[in-house]
């Protein structure tokens, strides 16, 4: 782990937006046209679960069901960045939230086929 670096996360009212971002942690970090970046969080108590997903090549993008409508995935090939924004933020959304690469986009859902991964950005939603 410790291969990507994300950051943007904080303490947020709730209705309230932020944007996260992701980035390799070097130049030796290499995201490859068949990979799918992803960001995925952990609440407390919860397991790992899938927020959003973005293919490198063709800029496909999977989100969860539960979760669309408040949350943006985008790529920024020329910085190697992957963002995720989140609108109407719910104290639900509280979690760790983490950046991963996976070399097969069709298993885009399952965290253990991710190879590579960030220490995560906590993201806090309270009044």
């Known amino acids: 782990q410790g291969q990507l670096v994300e950051s943007g996360g904080g303490v947020v009212q709730p209705g309230g937006s932020l944007t996260l971002s992701c980035v390799p942690d070097?130049?030796?970090?290499?995201?490859?046209?068949?990979?799918?970046m992803s960001w995925f969080r952990q609440a407390p108590g919860k397991e790992r679960e899938f927020v959003a997903g973005v293919t490198w090549r063709n800029n496909k993008k999977y989100y969860a069901d539960s979760l669309k409508g408040r949350f943006t995935i985008a790529r920024y090939a020329a910085e190697n960045a992957v963002t995720l924004q989140i609108n109407n933020l719910k104290p639900e959304d509280t979690a760790i939230y983490y950046c991963?690469?996976?070399?097969?986009?069709?298993?885009?859902?399952?965290?253990?086929?991710?190879?590579?991964w960030g220490q995560g950005t906590q993201v806090t939603v309270s009044s």
């Open positions: 070097g130049p030796t970090f290499v995201i490859y046209a068949n990979d799918i």
């Open positions: 991963a690469r996976n070399a097969d986009a069709y298993t885009y859902y399952d965290a253990s086929k991710y190879d590579s």
